[in-house]
């Protein structure tokens, strides 16, 4: 759909572009933002919500991809406050990695090869979250076709910040223009893509400090390869995250995955450098030889293969930045979203919805 398709929507008519006006504009993709997503459209006018999106959605956007996102005491407490009774609590799982011709706890004498980049934050014990709680539209076709129909996909080219005009109805404090030459102000603005692409949209240093643009923009150098395929049979009930090692000789890391039912789902982190579709084509190779190896009774079913590259991937320990301050309303949600005036220990999944959390409490959802 054409953002301007949008009959409702007042055009100027005086250049050749058009422009348009709208309360909020969410952009990105992803489960995150369409939670958010979600939760606005059901409290807000249609009139004054837009979704940019650079494609249309699919049901893999609509809940996170690979093993467990949730892990580490603090993350599975947060989630506990948010989506189970007192009287319950999330089911957890230990987390084994292959050595020897057979899976070592992390705990144990043995050592796994090296951990690189964020593998690190699956050795947590990991929660198991009922995404059905969280994401309660991820099955529903009707959802998906909705907001596929709503959804515009037009490329954002920049962003700026308007200055403020009081004498206005509707308050503009962004302008988004996009690669055909449109535009569209709005005074809210949701970034649900990884932060360092902002950067490349628009002049952070007029918003943010140095120390945390350059934050940000170190986290372009590791990318998530996430790759999931049934098998046959359906695997017995198994909590475990596994560890997969790619070699032996060799420090590239590990597949990192998790058997859900008849499905099974993995990630694996890539520098920047190694991103080409050779050597993603030759690591897949290698994962998928290595789990005939490891589980030859559970047979991967070829046609059922999904793989996903996604630029960002979790980060540990990030230091909340007080000079983000949702009153600039330009609002970022997801997985490594600082929280404004925080400084907690909440990372991945439970960073997400704290974020969407509180964007939502500050939009009045």
């Known amino acids: ?36 997503w979600e939760r606005l459209f059901q409290t807000k006018s249609r009139d004054d919500l837009l ?15 690979g093993p467990s996102p949730l892990r580490g005491e603090a993350n599975i407490s947060y989630y506990n406050s948010l989506f189970t009774p007192q009287s319950e609590s999330a089911e957890t799982g230990k987390t084994v990695f292959y050595k020897d011709l057979a899976f070592r706890e992390f705990s144990g004498r043995y050592k796994p090869e090296p951990l690189l980049f964020n593998e690190s934050f699956y050795t947590q014990k990991s929660g198991l979250p009922d995404y059905d709680k969280i994401f309660p539209y991820r099955t529903s076709e009707d959802f998906l076709t909705l907001l596929n129909e709503l959804v515009c996909t037009e490329l954002i ?43 490349e949209v628009m002049d952070a240093a007029l918003l943010f400090d140095l120390n945390f643009i350059e934050f940000y923009n170190n986290m372009k150098e590791v990318s998530s390869l996430y790759m999931q395929f049934e098998v046959s049979p359906a695997a017995s009930s198994n909590l475990d995250t596994f560890f997969i090692p790619l ?75 007080s000079n983000y301050k949702y009153e600039d309303r330009l609002f970022l949600v997801g997985i490594n979203a600082p929280l404004p005036e925080e400084n907690n220990p909440l990372s991945n999944m439970a960073r997400a919805l704290a974020s969407v959390k509180n964007v939502g409490n500050f939009l009045g959802v």
């Open 247 to 321: 070699s032996y000789t060799h420090e590239w890391g590990h597949f990192v995955g998790e058997f859900k039912e008849s499905r099974v789902e993995l990630v694996h982190f890539l520098n920047r450098e190694d991103v080409n579709e050779d050597e993603i084509a030759k690591r897949i190779k290698i994962c998928k030889r290595s789990f005939e190896k490891i589980f030859p009774q559970n047979k991967i079913i070829e046609s059922t293969e999904f793989i996903y590259f996604d630029s960002e991937s979790p980060i540990l320990n990030i230091v909340d930045n």
């Open 51 to 65: 979704f940019v999106s650079r494609d249309h959605l699919t049901k893999y956007d609509l809940y996170p991809w």
């Open 1 to 36: 759909m054409s953002l301007f398709s949008i009959k409702h929507l007042k055009k100027d008519k005086t250049s050749r572009n058009e422009k348009i006006y709208v309360n909020t504009v969410i952009t990105g993709k992803g489960p995150y933002t369409i939670l958010l």
């Open 157 to 199: 080219a920049k962003i700026e910040k308007l200055a403020m005009d009081n004498s206005l109805t509707n308050e503009k404090r962004w302008l988004v223009t996009f690669a055909s030459g449109n535009q569209v102000e709005c005074e809210n603005l949701v970034w649900g893509s990884p932060i360092f692409e902002l950067f």
